[in-house]
C-alpha cells in the first residue's frame, strides 16, 4: 500500500431521498449509511453528509436538504418512467454536491434513483454508487448498467446475488456491509417467542411468518416501520389465531433488547433481498435465522450452523426450519458476525473499494 492509499480520505456522503435519516422510510440503506460512517469515521476519514430535511444521525452533523421525496422505487413497475416530483429533494441535494463536490475525493451516493447515476459524468469528483436493492425498473437496470460499464469500479452492491438480477453482474464490486457489534448484546438462553425485523410491505411477506409463528403456537414479535398499512391489516384478519406482538420502528438499542432473546429471525423475503441487515442483527445477537433459500441471506446464512434456509415462499419448510432452530449454537451465530460482518472488516473493503475507484482515474 503506497502512502496514497494511507491518507485519510474526505468523502461526502449523499442519503436516500425517499426520506428522512432516522425515520426508518429508507429502510436498510438508513443503517449501511450509518455503518458506514462509523466504520470509516474510526479509520480516520473525513465524511460529510448530505440528506433529507428533518434527518437525524447519533453524534454527527447533517446538511439538512428541503424539498419532496422520491417515490419508493420498489412500488413502480418494470417500465415506469423516470419521474421527478416538483421540488425534488434528489435535485435539490445533488445541486448541493455541485457546489461542494470540489471539496471532497469522493462523493458516495446512497440513492437507488437515476439522477445521480446520470450526472456521474458531469463532476469532477469520482462517485462510488452503493446499489442499495437488486434490479427493479428497465429504466434504472440501463442507467446502473451503462455507468458500470463506463466507469469501472463504480457500482457497488452488497451480494453477489443482488449483482445477479443485473445484466451487468460482471461490472459490480460486492463490499458485503458491516455493523457496530458493540450495539448488539449476546444471548445464550432464549425466550418461547420468534421475531421479523423489516419495513412491512409486500416485497417482505410477513405473512409467510405469521402464518408459521400461528401453526407454531409462538407468538411473533413484530419489529419495523409500517410502509403499507392496508397490507398489515389484511395479514392480521388473514390469521386471527396468531400471536402478533407489533412493537414500531425501535431504534437498534430497543430493537436488540427484543431480538436477542427470541428462539430465531425468519426472514421471508418475496424478492431477492439485496443483502439481509436483519440476518446480521440476529447472528450478533446469538440468535439463528430461518430464511428463504434466495437473496442476500442465502449467501450469508451457513446452512445448519448460524440457521437454516428452506424452499422459497414455502410456509410448511418455514415451519420445519422453526422446529429445528434448537439445533442452532448461538455461539456459532454471533462469531460469523464478528468474523464477517464486523465495522473493521466493513472498513477494510470499502478503503479497498474507494482505492480501485481513485486508482482508475488515472
Ligand atoms: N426508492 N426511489 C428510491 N430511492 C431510494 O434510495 C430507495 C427507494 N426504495 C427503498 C430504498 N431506497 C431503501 O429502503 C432500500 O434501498 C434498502
Redesign the pocket.
Known amino acids: 500500500m503506497g502512502f496514497a492509499e494511507q491518507s485519510s480520505l474526505k468523502l461526502l456522503f449523499v442519503s ?3 426520506g428522512p435519516l432516522g425515520s426508518g ?6 443503517l ?1 449509511l450509518l455503518n458506514m460512517l462509523t466504520a470509516l469515521a474510526s479509520r480516520g476519514h473525513k465524511i460529510q453528509v448530505i440528506a433529507p430535511q428533518d434527518s437525524r444521525l447519533p453524534h454527527h452533523p447533517v446538511v439538512e436538504v428541503p424539498g419532496h421525496p ?5 412500488t413502480q413497475s418494470r417500465e415506469t418512467p423516470i419521474h421527478l416530483p416538483s421540488n425534488s429533494v ?1 435535485a435539490n441535494m445533488w445541486s448541493r454536491v455541485l457546489t461542494l463536490q470540489s471539496h471532497y475525493d469522493l462523493v458516495v451516493n ?4 437515476w439522477l445521480p447515476l446520470y450526472l456521474t459524468p458531469f463532476l469532477t469528483t469520482p462517485i462510488a454508487h452503493l446499489i ?2 437488486g434490479s427493479l425498473t428497465e429504466a434504472m437496470d440501463q442507467i446502473i448498467g451503462q455507468i458500470a460499464q463506463d466507469y469501472p469500479y463504480q457500482i457497488g452492491v452488497h451480494t453477489q446475488a443482488q449483482a445477479q438480477t443485473f445484466l451487468f453482474a460482471q461490472h459490480c464490486y460486492p463490499v458485503g456491509n458491516g455493523f457496530d457489534l458493540s450495539l448488539y448484546q449476546f444471548s445464550a438462553t432464549s425466550a418461547p417467542y420468534l421475531c421479523w425485523l423489516g ?1 412491512i410491505a409486500p416485497e417482505k411477506a410477513l405473512e409467510d411468518a405469521v402464518a408459521a409463528a400461528e401453526r407454531t403456537g409462538l407468538p411473533l414479535k413484530v419489529m419495523g416501520h409500517i410502509q403499507d398499512q392496508t397490507y398489515f391489516d389484511s395479514i392480521r384478519t388473514q390469521f386471527p389465531q396468531a400471536q402478533i406482538d407489533y412493537l414500531g420502528f425501535l431504534d437498534t438499542a430497543a430493537m436488540q433488547q427484543v431480538l436477542r432473546q427470541s428462539q430465531g429471525l425468519l426472514v421471508t423475503p418475496r424478492w431477492v433481498e ?1 443483502f439481509g441487515n436483519v440476518v446480521i442483527e440476529a447472528l450478533a445477537c446469538g440468535v439463528p435465522v430461518v430464511a428463504y433459500n434466495r437473496g442476500g441471506p442465502a449467501e450469508i446464512i451457513r446452512e445448519g450452523e448460524t440457521g437454516w434456509l428452506v424452499e422459497a415462499d414455502n410456509v410448511e419448510a418455514l415451519i420445519q426450519g422453526v422446529q429445528k432452530l434448537p439445533e442452532i449454537d448461538r455461539q456459532a451465530c454471533r462469531q460469523q458476525a464478528e468474523q464477517d460482518y464486523s465495522l473493521s472488516a466493513f472498513a477494510e473493503r470499502l478503503e479497498q473499494w474507494f482505492q480501485k475507484i481513485l486508482q482508475a482515474q488515472g
Open positions: 436516500t431521498p425517499v422510510v429508507g429502510g436498510g440503506v438508513e449501511t422520491q417515490i419508493l422505487a420498489q434528489l446512497f440513492a437507488y434513483d442499495s436493492m419495513r439485496a
